[in-house]
């Protein structure tokens, strides 16, 4: 525990988890595990719609995740108007274009092809939200001064992955989509200099008829040393 003088200046709260058993840990882990395991990413969205109590709980979630010096360097723009996600698409598929006709490395190509995709994205309209992840490099102190945040990328890519976890738990489905360059986004939703776009996540209900690939993921053994 902090000495006095140092919780006076900086205070605490007391923290406490409830102990689970063994058998309880084995069983909710399993659980999740299989839980996530069934997550996919999904191309076919519906437009039905998704109440929007149900996106600001999401993005709560995600903002629990941990940051570096705690600064949470992140900014989630969710897009839901017909119009902006139009000159979303338009600018995403600009970009996506020249990147499967020119960017792309023959490689890469190939290595694309059981996922079955190409530069079309409907999903960015067809989805009823879009949640485009920003990163804060830096913010301004009270005296107009340049102040960095710290390990953001890294802290940025958690808030993500608790996004994608929530979206899932919620009974949605999403899409990590990263055309690049990216700096048209930011020009289209107006964001300052001090942010750049970091991941462009579509939320919403599968389609009616959707097909995911039928990939599978890498063993334990194959992604994890126990030492």
């Known amino acids: 525990m902090p000495d006095k003088k140092y919780i006076e200046e900086h205070p605490y709260i007391a923290y406490s988890k409830p102990i689970l058993t063994d058998e309880e840990m084995l069983k909710r882990s399993k659980s999740f595990y299989d839980f996530m395991d ?45 119009e902006v996600k139009k000159q979303i698409r338009i600018a995403a598929e600009e970009e996506e274009l020249e990147s499967y006709e020119s960017r ?43 102040k960095n945040n710290y390990y953001v990328q890294e802290s940025v890519g958690l808030a993500c992955g608790f996004l994608l976890a929530a979206i899932h738990d919620a009974g949605l489905v999403s899409l990590t989509h990263t055309p690049s360059p990216m700096n048209f986004i930011s020009k289209i939703l107006n964001r300052p200099e001090n942010e750049k776009p970091f991941l462009l996540i579509p939320v919403g209900y599968p389609a009616d008829e959707c097909w ?16």
């Open 212 to 227: 995911v690939p039928d990939i599978q993921r890498k063993e334990l053994e194959d992604i994890c040393v126990f030492y």
């Open 38 to 82: 069934n997550r996919r990413s999904v191309r076919e969205f519906s437009d039905k719609q998704v109440p929007r109590e149900v996106i600001e709980n999401l993005i709560k979630t995600a903002s629990t995740a941990p940051s570096g010096a705690h600064k949470q360097p992140w900014i989630f723009c969710v897009v839901s108007n017909p």
């Open 104 to 146: 792309m490395s023959s490689d890469w190509l190939e290595d694309l092809k059981p996922l079955g995709t190409d530069w079309h994205k409907p999903f960015l309209e067809t989805a009823p939200y879009l949640i485009i992840v920003f990163r804060r490099i830096y913010e301004f102190g009270a005296d107009g001064k340049k």
